[in-house]
């Protein structure tokens, strides 16, 4: 130590190396506050899905009536054998909360992947080209807003019949809207930066500057738009499994079980309390998340 001092020259300030990248990126997403709640609650509704055959207590499609409507384990009258209660076929709550939040999880993300695959394509198709394309491609996003999605999801639902395949494909084709207009925006800003005009110089192919030049610079906003996508599709399945357009019983929905629940929510309304306050966590968890991505990924890093 005492050699290291006598060579250091006197006067001169000890520089210490930078953090790395990922620790500071970390201590960011620390620092704020929406995006870690809404990580950790987001987080551990993906672990109870993937989970849920291990997590649930009972069987989720077993029936005893003569357990029907048991109240939960806080309640007089409830018991650690079913702690969120029966619904009104006797099935154990906890268990079809668990797997209705792999159904709840699977449409949401499958939804997005759908409509951010048509909007993301026709965004940038637009963006890029411009002209003709352009004009079309705003012809088509005019078209679509004017169409309320619920109401075009209940007529087609009712002609198609309700099911989870029919769900995600009827919403995938129905919310791609916000990603075309996102994307559309941002490619028509990058189209003339310096980097694509550098790419075009050397020759490089339309298809290659689209993918490996234009999409990486992008990828931000659309997982900020992926995020709320995933959380309108979520809440949209729910309003059609609650209407009976949706999926269909006895597979397990929290729009399904609130609708099951409805009839009954005078006397027992933790039926509908319970799957009613885990969708409205999801939801909101899956903003706070989209929402702190989108703080997170802006040039000034503001929280």
Do not use: C
Request: charged share 10%; aromatic share 8%; proline share 6%.
């Amino acid at each position: 130590m005492s050699s290291s001092l006598a060579s250091t020259p006197a006067g001169a300030a000890i520089v210490l190396a930078p953090p790395p990248a990922w620790r500071r990126a970390l201590r960011r997403m620390l620092g704020h506050h929406g995006f870690t709640l809404g990580a950790i609650v987001l987080g551990l509704v993906v672990l109870a899905a993937l989970f849920a055959p291990w997590l649930a207590p009972h069987d989720p499609y077993a029936q005893d009536v003569a357990r029907r409507l048991i109240p939960p384990v806080w309640h007089d009258k409830g018991g650690w054998d079913h702690i969120l209660g029966t619904d009104k076929l006797g099935r154990d709550y906890l268990s079809r909360l668990l797997f209705g939040a792999r159904v709840s999880l699977a449409i949401g993300v499958s939804v997005a992947l759908i409509s951010g695959l048509i909007g993301t394509t026709m965004g940038v198709l637009a963006g890029y080209y411009g002209g003709r394309v352009d004009a079309v491609v705003s012809y088509l996003i005019t078209t679509r807003l004017a169409m309320p999605v619920v109401l075009v999801a209940l007529a087609m639902a009712s002609l198609v019949g309700g099911s989870l395949p029919v769900v995600i494909v009827l919403l995938g084709l129905l919310l791609w809207d916000r990603f075309a207009i996102v994307t559309r925006a941002t490619t028509q800003q990058l189209r003339d930066a310096e980097f694509i005009a550098s790419a075009q110089t050397l020759g490089a192919s339309t298809p290659y500057i689209l993918v490996r030049e234009l999409l990486p610079n992008i990828m931000g906003a659309l997982t900020v738009v992926a995020t709320l996508e995933m959380a309108h599709a979520i809440l949209l399945e729910a309003t059609l499994s609650f209407l009976g357009l949706g999926v269909q019983p006895p597979t397990p929905s929290w729009g399904l079980m609130v609708a099951e629940g409805k009839a009954y929510m005078f006397f027992q309304p933790w039926v509908i309390l319970i799957p009613g306050l885990v969708l409205a966590l999801l939801v909101l968890a899956i903003n706070l998340v989209g929402d702190g991505i989108r703080d997170l990924t802006t040039p000034d890093g503001r929280n």
